[in-house]
């Protein structure tokens, strides 16, 4: 598979299932600002209250042949594996769907993903074990601390500017590469006198 990061903002996600896992699916796409349609006769509480607050669309029946027509994203999480499958089947080749009890019925699936400011990380074990992809999440967030915000701000100004002012490539990438070093990451003072030192 081949890892990407897709804009799902105001893209039609439509969800089949009610549970536990299309809770968790929602909650996730919803901070995405995807418009999600979830398809199922009863919903979890939360569930509930996204749909009574207008955050999703519910359609309250069962699944039917042709609810995932406009979809770009389809997620099965039903707990019957015959509707999972029928739900796969009825997807076009260009429609991404990930059935939830299926990693071969599915042409995506999700990956363990932490997120602090510009920095995104994500983790996958190709659906061998969610839970260490889990643990290796805790393990990086640990030695994640609030310089890696500053610091990735300071990146892009850097990076920006040495683009414009630094015509020779050789010596774009020497600085490039300098902004690397432990000491811009940790002192404020050293940034902005690199960033000065480019004017």
């Known amino acids: 598979m081949y890892p990407i990061m897709v ?6 996600v439509v969800i089949i299932g009610g ?4 809770t968790h699916k929602t909650e996730k796409l919803l901070q995405q600002k995807a418009n ?29 042949e042709g609810d ?41 699936y999700n990956m ?4 602090r400011g510009m920095l995104k990380i994500a983790i996958s074990t190709e659906g061998a074990s969610p ?7 805790r393990d990086i967030m640990s030695f994640l601390d609030d310089s890696y915000d500053d610091y990735l701000i300071f990146l892009q100004k850097a990076r920006k500017k040495i683009k414009t002012t630094v015509l020779d490539e050789k010596r774009r990438l020497f600085l490039l590469g300098e902004l690397l070093q432990d000491r811009f990451r940790k002192n404020e003072v050293e940034r902005e006198l690199f960033l000065k030192n480019l004017s």
């Open 36 to 64: 999600i349609v979830v398809i199922s006769p009863t919903l979890t509480d939360a569930l509930y209250t996204y749909a009574v607050n207008g955050e999703i669309e519910w359609v309250n029946r069962s699944y039917q």
């Open 131 to 137: 839970l260490l992809a889990k643990q290796m999440k």
């Open 112 to 115: 363990a993903f932490l997120e």
């Open 7 to 12: 804009n799902l903002e105001y893209k039609r």
């Open 68 to 108: 995932t027509k406009d979809a770009f994203l389809v997620i099965a999480a039903t707990n019957d594996p015959y509707v999972n499958k029928e739900v796969k089947n009825s997807c076009l080749n260009n429609q991404l769907i990930n059935v939830v009890d299926s990693s071969e019925d599915s042409n995506f």
């Open 19 to 22: 549970g536990k896992v299309a």
